[in-house]
């Protein structure tokens, strides 16, 4: 994923092209911005260079409920969410 790399392998000039059997069709990958509130809650949390412990904690929930919003599995309420807003300096309708 372009997020957790910092980087996108297929489009860097000073990585070169793919290799092998990896084809710039295949390999493609956009650079959309996160469509989601748990992608966008990673997308974060992986630009503050913290892992997912760091970041619960800090958040004050368990890191079950950290990876339930980050993969969508699971929406926080409006106490987390008024947590998460401060926390990444963000606004969350």
Known sequence: MITYLGY????D???GRPKGNETRSVAFLAPTGPS???QQIRKLRMELRK?????AE???VSVKTLWGWETDRRRPGS???KRIA???QIDIP
């Open 79 to 81: 106490v987390p969410r």
């Open 8 to 11: 996108d392998p297929f489009t």
């Open 86 to 88: 401060e926390f990444f």
């Open 13 to 15: 000039p000073e990585l």
């Open 58 to 60: 800090e958040l004050g």
């Open 36 to 38: 989601s509130l748990g």
């Open 51 to 55: 892992n997912r412990t760091e970041c």
